[in-house]
């Protein structure tokens, strides 16, 4: 069983940075391939980024790749999205995601979710 508890939203304007983090309990969490996911009202949640089990691979959409970046520290329990230049577009209540398959996490049906945290960008 996974828990996750995701922070570091807020709001920033047009061009600045926020990095979420996304707590996660369980003794396993090393073992599970993690992604970030956002819904913007009115929209679909759609995938944002995504992370190999060790970290050596990683995954991003279009609309954020060479500003967003995700990375995981294991040993904290963490997994975190890094946000630079930030676009009003980019505001969205983010979610972590786990799940035992990377593909799964992908797709965005995988098995764990946090509450989510609201990213507001203003132009």
């Known amino acids: 069983q996974v828990q996750l508890v995701e922070s570091g939203g807020g709001l920033v304007q047009a061009g600045g940075s926020l990095r979420l983090s996304c707590a996660a309990s369980?003794?396993?969490?090393?073992?599970?391939?993690m992604g970030w996911f956002r819904q913007a009202p009115g929209k679909e949640r759609e995938f944002v980024a995504a992370?190999?089990?060790?970290?050596?691979?990683?995954y991003y959409a279009d609309s954020v790749k060479g500003r967003f970046t995700i990375s995981r520290d294991n040993a904290k329990n963490t997994v975190y999205l890094q946000m630079n230049s930030l676009k009003p577009e980019d505001t969205a209540v983010y979610y972590c995601?786990?799940?035992?398959?990377?593909?799964?996490?992908?797709?965005?049906?995988?098995?764990?979710w946090g509450q989510g945290t609201q990213v507001t960008v203003s132009s």
């Open positions: 992370i190999s089990w060790r970290g050596g691979s990683t």
């Open positions: 995601a786990a799940d035992q398959v990377l593909g799964e996490v992908r797709r965005g049906i995988g098995d764990y």
């Open positions: 369980g003794r396993t969490f090393s073992s599970y391939p």
